[in-house]
Structure formats: C-alpha cells, structure tokens
C-alpha cells in the first residue's frame, strides 16, 4: 500500500497558471519534503518541513512556496510557472530528521505548454 | 557548498558483480544513503552507512571511508530488473537541520 501519495501523477499548465501540487503520507513521520528533478540530474531540495516549523532553501525561487495543513498533508504551490519549472517533482517523508531514511512518493510530473 | 561524484553510467552482466562507486566533499557530514530510481519513478532507499565499514543488506552492500570521502554500492547476481538508476546522497547539517544532497546517479544498464 502506498504510504506517499501524490496528487496528480501528471500535470499540466499553462505558462504564467498557478498550479498546486498536493502530498499526502500515511507514516505519520514529523517531517515532509518537496524536492524538484529534471531530466537526468539530482534530486534537489525546494524546502522542508518538521512539524509546523518551514525551512526554505536559500536558492528555492519565491515562485515556490508550501502550506502544511496537517501532520498527514502538504502541498506544493507554484505561483506563476515558466517553462523552466518542468520538472518532477518529488514528496517525501521521514520520522525525524537526519539519519531516518526518506519515502518518496512517486511523484507529479509537471509540463509547461 | 557540497559536491559528490558518482559515473554518469555502467553496464553489466545478468550474474555479475558490480560496484558503484561514490566520492563527496562536503561540511557537516553525519551519513551517506544509496537510493535506487527506475526511470520515471521515485527513489527508494537501499542502505545507509555512518560508520567507516561495510553495511550488508542480502544481494547490497555499502561501504564507507570517511577520512577518504569515498563510498560503493556493490550489487551481486545482477538481475535485468536492477537496471536502475543509483544516487548516492550525503546527509550534512547546515544551519541546525540535517539534509541530504544527492548525487546525479550512475545509470545502470545490466544486459542477458
């Protein structure tokens, strides 16, 4: 059974959209990721968060930005996508931090027509 | 900042043995995880190392040498389905959180 879940598989927007990206996790782990991978490079870190407290890279466009609702959800927003922004893009969830293994979810593939 | 290396890409044979190997430099190290990727799909995790040493895992194993910055993921009795990308990622404190950083992967194709 799938313990991170992502919402959609696939999405599609228009250049300019605002587009939500939606995460959910059934481990009840205290902290939850959003992590961008183009093509053929690493995974990269967009932000975390432990529990409520929100953790920004310092690189992560202002583009980007993330709501944690609950333990169990958490959503990616992106409020005016460029083409640049095609990307997969990954959920993932570990018990604490540090040395806990990440889960990923399968993540969303986001197209910019 | 932190950088690892790791081959863009390996072939072997179904029965083989195969080692990939990984090279970082970085601040504030505490660990090193080995994560799998089939195209298209997320990362799962295979093995970790904190400790200088050898982690088993059944068909994986991990090394590590910290004073060397250098880690493998050595896979046996290769099967077609461990064709896969490897990424090997450093988890490193900075600015009082742990985080990992990722490698961009050795592709693995393994061939009958």
């Known amino acids: 059974d799938a313990m991170v879940i992502q919402n959609p598989r696939y999405q599609v927007t228009q250049f300019g959209k605002p587009v939500t990206l939606s995460c959910s996790q059934t481990?009840?782990?205290?902290?939850m990721y959003w992590y961008q991978q183009k093509s053929s490079q690493a995974p990269k870190l967009l932000f975390h968060?432990?529990?409520?407290?929100?953790?920004n890279e310092a690189d992560t466009p202002d583009n980007f930005q993330s709501r944690r609702p609950n333990t169990s959800f958490c959503f990616l927003d992106i409020r005016s996508p460029g083409l640049g922004d095609a990307a997969m893009y990954l959920c993932?969830?570990?018990?604490?931090?540090?040395?806990?293994?990440?889960?990923f979810g399968d993540g969303t593939r986001l197209s910019i027509l | 900042g932190q950088n690892i290396d790791q081959p863009t890409e390996m072939t072997a044979t179904e029965g083989a043995i195969v080692q990939i190997n990984c090279t970082y430099q970085?601040?504030?190290?505490?660990?090193l995880f080995w994560y799998q990727q089939h195209a298209g799909e997320a990362p799962t995790f295979l093995s970790y190392n904190v400790l200088d040493g050898l982690e088993e895992k059944g068909r994986f194993s991990s090394f590590l040498s910290r004073s060397k910055g250098y880690s493998y993921l050595l896979l046996k009795e290769l099967q077609m389905k461990d064709s896969a990308s490897y990424l090997c990622a450093v988890c490193y404190r900075n600015t009082g959180f742990q985080k990992l950083v990722f490698g961009t992967g050795t592709r693995l194709l393994v061939s009958p």
């Open positions: 481990l009840n782990h205290n902290v």
């Open positions: 993932a969830t570990s018990r604490g931090q540090g040395l806990e293994p990440q889960h």
């Open positions: 970085t601040s504030g190290f505490n660990g």
């Open positions: 968060y432990y529990d409520k407290d929100f953790n």
